[in-house]
């Protein structure tokens, strides 16, 4: 495992020059990460700012420490794009341990309570798996990164405080359970929507069944089409890796601007739909005739076109920037 001593360490061994440093930053990139257990994902943002030789770094989608998968980090000018990573569909496989529950839902915790499972099956497991399929509500855990009263969760958390959370409404694509050869345990694959915590699925499954249940071993393997089997470990993350801004947002649907069209986006302007040949509800990847991005747009109403985020101009500096005309 790469030593993780004073990752925001500037002077610290391996940090690319200066002209490294610059051509990261312009125009961006980004890379998807493995990453390991016991890492932070802020612990990830900081090795990659030392390994990238830039400051500007940034991840789509928190994975708690002991999970391990994809994370995409953004470099440069691709942080903007990150909130459209983070909303990606994602996908998970785990395991599920029943019969006893923990103060953090996962296998981190402490343990706070025993129950006699042994009578619940798979055809059990599996059943309640589907009734937590589809559009459903969860309650925040207190040790995530949501806001209550200006205050992060996980702080309150370690001071020992615990606060009413309100439900949040998510969407659980699929929830398939298997068996693992322990009477107790059972692995998952979760496909959900963002905003999804597998650990409180875990805790509910537990509730359905009559008793309790806590989650281990989570490994995020996907984020939208961005899937681990092209993750790389940190230790290979290194400025000939990042990949350009424009795979970034392969996802979203796309359209291709004539240069016209291009400028006008670029400085922040609405433009006709029917011009962009836009459809749907959007988000838009829109490329100017060279395969570049522009922005990312949004809908005005039926017949108009608004940049929410604008990443190249043709003539101006401040590419990159958000739309200084509609905002966000």
Not at 91 to 98: C, D, H, K, N, Q
Request: net charge neutral.
């Amino acid at each position: 495992m790469p030593d993780k001593t004073n990752p925001d360490d500037p002077g610290a061994a391996g940090l690319p020059d200066k002209g490294t440093r610059r051509g990261i930053d312009d125009p961006g990139g980004f890379v998807v990460v493995d990453k390991q257990a016991g890492w932070t994902s802020h612990d990830v943002v900081a090795r990659c700012r030392r390994l990238l030789g830039t400051r500007k770094v940034g991840h789509a989608g928190t994975l708690d420490p002991d999970a391990t998968g994809v994370l995409i980090v953004g470099v440069g000018r691709a942080t903007r794009l990150l909130r459209f990573a983070t909303a990606l569909r994602k996908t998970y496989i785990g395991e599920i341990v029943l019969g006893v529950t923990t103060s953090t839902l996962d296998a981190s915790g402490e343990v706070t309570g025993h129950f006699d499972m042994a009578k619940v099956t798979l055809a059990d497991v599996r059943e309640a798996a589907r009734s937590l399929t589809g559009r459903i509500e969860q309650i925040p855990p207190m040790v995530s990164a949501v806001k209550v009263g200006g205050r992060r969760l996980h702080e309150l958390a370690r001071e020992g405080i615990e606060v009413v959370r309100a439900p949040r409404g998510v969407e659980v694509f699929r929830f398939e359970v298997f068996e693992t050869g322990e009477s107790d345990c059972y692995r998952v694959l979760v496909e959900c929507s963002s905003g999804t915590y597998v650990r409180v699925l875990a805790a509910d499954l537990g509730v359905r069944l009559g008793g309790g249940a806590h989650l281990r071993a989570l490994r995020r393997v996907s984020i939208g089409s961005f899937g681990d089997v092209e993750a790389l470990a940190l230790d290979e993350v290194a400025p000939e890796r990042v990949r350009p801004l424009e795979e970034l947002v392969r996802d979203l649907p796309g359209a291709v601007a004539n240069p016209e069209l291009a400028r006008a986006l670029g400085h922040g302007r609405t433009v006709e739909r029917l011009g962009l040949g836009v459809v749907g509800d959007g988000p838009w990847a829109v490329l100017d005739e060279l395969g570049r991005l522009v922005a990312i747009c949004g809908p005005v109403g039926l017949e108009r076109v608004r940049p929410v985020v604008v990443v190249r101009t043709d003539d101006s500096p401040r590419a990159g920037a958000e739309s200084g005309t509609d905002g966000e």
